[in-house]
């Protein structure tokens, strides 16, 4: 049968034969459809299905025909499992696609939110950072300013003394010398008072000159340190500066009463000068011993903001790497799902083309089965019984996918525990841990006091969060209505500018198309009427040169048939006045010829030369009407023309103006539009945090209330517990060191103790605190 179609099988290779006008005329339509079909089918498939599908089984026991369908049937039945194992290949495949796209976009989303959050972390570090940087500053320019106060009242101090040695020294010296000159004077008799004795001791005196010499010497030297009275101060300089003349003169005792008085003021003042000093030099050490605590204090406080610097660095940094990590992984799932969409895609379509190609594949195959199971071919090749294998297809599934020093301890680690802030404070749980560690209660209140010191800035810090975010956001919602009036009302402004530019009816351009097209038409009308004006007036030039000649041509023949029939008429006026009688040879009055007619030419002639010149006038007439009525046109046409250029130079200044205004008002937009998006970015980049802060500041208010009360709570149970009492006991006792049985015998407030402690002499304590108990 395949012969006889001209198809020869071999080894499952189909090779087609070319069929002969003798096969075609003894094969009928049906035979050749089925073999064209089968032909198509066999050549597709067949040499798809390669040497798996063997033409020759069963060539025994089955017509060819039988074969051929049986071969048909199973490339069907091959072809709907194939499908039906790749709809299950594809279903894990498109599961896999949804099960990895919303992974990515739920990773996306969070890493988007994590990266949101770290951010805002990372600017409160920062903010914090730069707060602690500037306590820190003023913190170094505090203990610089303290080393140099320091400094400076070491050297004042210094200098103080100094000058307190050299006015000891010289009042040292200003009370010898005056007591060597009370001596000197004591030595000559000075101390009399009557001037006549004095007088007779001339001879006396004269041995004592080399010592009075000394003497005004020495007096001269106390004068420099005296502050008496210019009176006395006179007196002595009067008689310092009188001449010896060898003899006594009472003067000198009131010298030596002025003598007596420095000597004592001197000693005065020595005394005030040294209590001064003592005073000085004792609040100098006091003064020093604080800028030394003070000092201490701020370095102490100094080192600590250090560290805390240094731990928001370190926590700066791993928050800065996770944000980049963050970022790295959200670019890498974007990449990842941009990738994954686009193979899965093209995944999905391949697989819908190869649905399509297989269903066409299904469709010839079931095609051809059907021609060669048809009532035809069961006619032309014999009734074969065909069998049917019902395609069996998958259901599938979708794939979705936490009392003693220990009773103090525990009762407060219990307490603690109680707290309703326990759950949520993780200072109560470092307070617990300290004192199950069993640090000191010292310790553990000065850990409570930090807590609570930061518990005080945290609140600060959220109460200042608040109100900002409260600001920032009103301000910047206000602004943001600002933003979105002034936009809608450039979106107004550039629809109604559009509107004036490309309105189709009213628009500038249409106005100004219009007018263009009104100018090229005025100036058409202008040639066309030009050109029609010059063609009627060579057609006027032409009709009156005919005219002309026509007139010329008439008045000629009118000339010369008036001239010859004129002297006909005379000859037979003449004729007639000679009558005879001659023979009748034709009749009397001359040769007339045609003078009858003649006449009548000539008055024909005269009415169409009256007609010529009636023309000739009436085309006169049109010419200089059509001429007028060609010049008004024109002037219409001119004048229009004119009016059209003036309006149209209008129309494209206004429409250079308000395009200019467009793209102004379109950038003003653009620009607005940005700071709105600006706007909303900004406010969209401040929610978490302001949300955050604005949603749960009663709650952290209220916690902290919760936080701080059972902290206080713990420390007064602390502090009023035994076991510290005794420790504060002891630890005073400890600073009292080596005097503490003195001061337990005598009292702390005793100079004896204080003495001790003071590590001086209780004269020399005394001395410097008078009012002492003890003293």
Not at 670 to 678: I, L, R, S, W
């Amino acid at each position: 049968w395949l012969k006889h179609l001209g198809i020869s099988c071999s080894r499952g290779v189909q090779r087609a034969v070319p069929v002969t006008r003798y096969h075609l005329k003894r094969s009928s339509p049906m035979t050749i459809r089925v073999a064209v079909t089968v032909c198509t089918v066999l050549v597709l498939v067949l040499g798809a299905q390669g040497t798996r599908v063997n033409v020759n089984k069963n060539v025994a026991s089955d017509r060819v025909i039988t074969q051929v369908v049986k071969l048909l049937q199973d490339m069907l039945s091959n072809s709907k499992s194939e499908g039906d194992e790749e709809r299950v290949l594809y279903a894990k495949y498109k599961c896999y696609c949804d099960t990895n796209e919303a992974e990515k976009k739920d990773e996306i989303k969070k890493l988007t939110a994590s990266i949101g959050l770290l951010e805002s972390q990372i600017e409160a570090l920062q903010a914090s950072t730069g707060l602690l940087s500037e306590e820190v500053a003023q913190l170094a320019a505090d203990i610089d300013t303290n080393k140099e106060s320091t400094k400076q009242a070491i050297a004042l101090r210094k200098k103080d003394n100094e000058a307190f040695v050299a006015f000891s020294e010289d009042m040292t010296s200003a009370i010898n010398s005056t007591k060597k000159a009370i001596d000197t004077l004591a030595e000559v008799g000075s101390d009399q008072t009557m001037a006549k004795a004095a007088q007779g001791h001339t001879q006396y005196m004269a041995g004592y000159e080399a010592s009075l010499l000394k003497l005004k010497t020495t007096i001269k030297k106390a004068l420099i340190a005296s502050d008496m009275d210019s009176r006395k101060l006179a007196g002595v300089n009067s008689f310092l500066q009188a001449p010896f003349t060898g003899t006594y003169s009472a003067q000198s005792g009131e010298v030596v009463g002025i003598l007596k008085d420095m000597r004592d003021t001197f000693q005065r003042n020595l005394n005030q000068a040294r209590l001064k000093e003592a005073t000085a030099v004792e609040a100098h050490e006091k003064y020093l011993e604080a800028m030394e605590s003070a000092l201490e204090a701020m370095e102490k406080s100094f080192q600590s903001k250090q560290g805390d610097l240094a731990a928001n660095d370190a926590s700066l940094e791993k928050k800065k790497e996770k944000l980049a990590a963050s970022v790295k992984d959200k670019a890498a799932a974007e990449e990842f799902l941009e990738k994954l969409l686009e193979m899965c895609a093209a995944k999905a379509k391949e697989y819908d083309e190869r649905t399509m190609l297989r269903a066409q594949e299904q469709a010839a195959i079931a095609e051809a089965i059907a021609i060669l199971n048809s009532d035809a071919a069961f006619e032309s090749f014999g009734k074969v019984k065909a069998t049917s294998k019902e395609g069996k297809f998958l259901q599938l599934k979708s794939i979705n996918s936490h009392s003693s020093d220990k009773d103090v301890r525990m009762q407060t680690a219990r307490n603690l525990r109680q707290s309703k802030a326990w759950s949520k404070s993780i200072f109560l749980a470092k307070v617990a841990s300290l004192l199950q560690a069993e640090n000191p209660f010292a310790v553990v209140i000065a850990e409570i006091e930090k807590m609570l010191k930061l518990l005080a800035k945290e609140e600060a810090a959220d109460d200042e969060q608040f109100e900002w975010c409260k600001k920032e956001r009103a301000d910047n919602k206000k602004t943001l209505g600002e933003k979105i009036s002034q936009i809608e009302t450039l979106e107004g402004a550039i629809e109604q500018l559009t509107n004036e530019i490309e309105d189709p009816k009213t628009g500038l351009k249409v106005l100004i198309a219009n007018d263009e097209q009104s100018l090229i038409e005025n100036g058409e009308a202008q040639k066309k009427e030009t050109t029609d004006r010059t063609e009627e007036n060579l057609e006027y030039q032409a009709n009156i040169a005919n005219l002309q000649e026509a007139d010329g041509l008439l008045k000629k023949a009118i000339s010369v048939l008036k001239v010859y029939y004129s002297k006909i008429v005379k000859e037979e006026a003449f004729v007639e006045m000679k009558k005879q009688t001659p023979p009748e040879t034709w009749k009397e009055g001359g040769y007339k010829g045609q003078s009858g007619a003649g006449t009548d030419a000539i008055t024909m002639l005269e009415h169409i030369l009256s007609d010529t010149q009636t023309e000739e006038k009436e085309a006169h007439e049109a010419e200089k009407t059509a001429q007028h009525a060609f010049e008004d046109s024109m002037t219409s046409l001119k004048k229009e023309e004119k009016e059209l250029q003036e309006n149209l130079a209008k129309l494209r200044v206004t429409l250079a103006e308000t395009e200019e205004e467009l793209l102004g008002k379109k950038s003003e937009h653009k620009a607005t539009v940005a700071e709105k998006e600006a706007i909303e970015a900004y406010l969209l980049k401040i929610k978490p945090g302001c949300d955050f802060i604005t949603e749960n500041i009663d709650t952290r208010i209220a916690n902290r209330k919760d936080e701080s009360e059972a902290l206080k709570g713990a420390m007064k149970l602390l502090k009023e517990s035994p076991a510290y009492q005794t420790w504060v006991a002891e630890d005073h006792n400890e600073t009292l060191g080596d005097c503490l049985e003195i001061c337990k015998t005598s009292g702390e407030a005793n100079v004896n103790c204080k003495a001790c402690l003071a590590k001086v002499s209780i004269p020399g304590y005394c001395a410097g605190h008078p009012g002492t108990e003890g003293c």
